[in-house]
């Protein structure tokens, strides 16, 4: 069981160098809510490839009868399915601490905005 933990080792910390450096970056050129934004989007969206990614190549191992690629696979595809877990739990976190994040700002109007349109008179209306 620890052989099998000890290979996604790398793996998770490839990942936590990537979050560390995307929220260093965004927060400072942000602001840290921005970098938490950035980093759940993020993250949601690679863990998510990861996880097809792998899932793919299990089944592929599996389908071939290779067990050794199949359970390194299924290694894999366990870890990001822990780390897309994760994502989603810290995303609703932030939702519930944050509850204007879901709204995304609209575009603001003016009266002069929108093209004008034709005079018409008062009778005809």
Not at 51 to 75: E, H, K, R, T
Not at 86 to 110: D, E, L, S, Y
Request: one cysteine or more; hydrophobic letters at 55%; aromatic letters at 10%.
């Amino acid at each position: 069981m620890v052989a099998r933990l000890s290979r996604i080792v790398p793996l998770l910390i490839v990942l936590a160098v990537i979050a560390g450096i995307v929220y260093l970056v965004a927060a400072w050129r942000y602001s840290p809510n921005r970098g938490k934004e950035i980093l759940i989007k993020l993250f949601t969206w690679l863990t998510g490839i990861l996880l097809v990614a792998f899932l793919l190549i299990s089944l592929y191992a599996l389908l071939d009868g290779n067990a050794l690629i199949l359970d390194l696979g299924l290694s894999f595809l366990v870890a990001a399915l822990i780390g897309l877990g994760v994502t989603r739990i810290c995303r609703a976190v932030f939702v519930r601490n944050h509850p204007g994040w879901k709204q995304k700002p609209v575009r603001t109007t003016r009266p002069d905005d929108h093209p004008r349109r034709p005079f018409t008179p008062p009778w005809k209306r």
